[in-house]
């Protein structure tokens, strides 16, 4: 019973330990993507922006 315990006890902490590798490889390509496109990014917003000023909203 102490051996299935512990079977259960590393299996849970490999997922979540996997869980948060992911989270982490997430994190890194939404970065990743924002520094490449940023220029594009901030004209959209900045184009975005202005229409809603032009518009009075």
């Given at each position: 019973m102490?051996?299935?315990?512990t079977?259960?006890?590393i299996l849970l902490?490999?997922?979540r330990g996997m869980e948060m590798v992911q989270v982490a490889i997430l994190v890194a390509?939404?970065?990743a993507v924002?520094?490449?496109?940023k220029s594009s990014i901030v004209d959209f917003?900045?184009?975005i922006f202005g229409?809603?000023?032009a518009a009075n909203f």
């Open positions: 102490k051996r299935l315990r079977k259960i006890a902490g490999n997922k390509i939404a970065v924002g520094i490449i496109f917003v900045n184009k229409k809603l000023n």
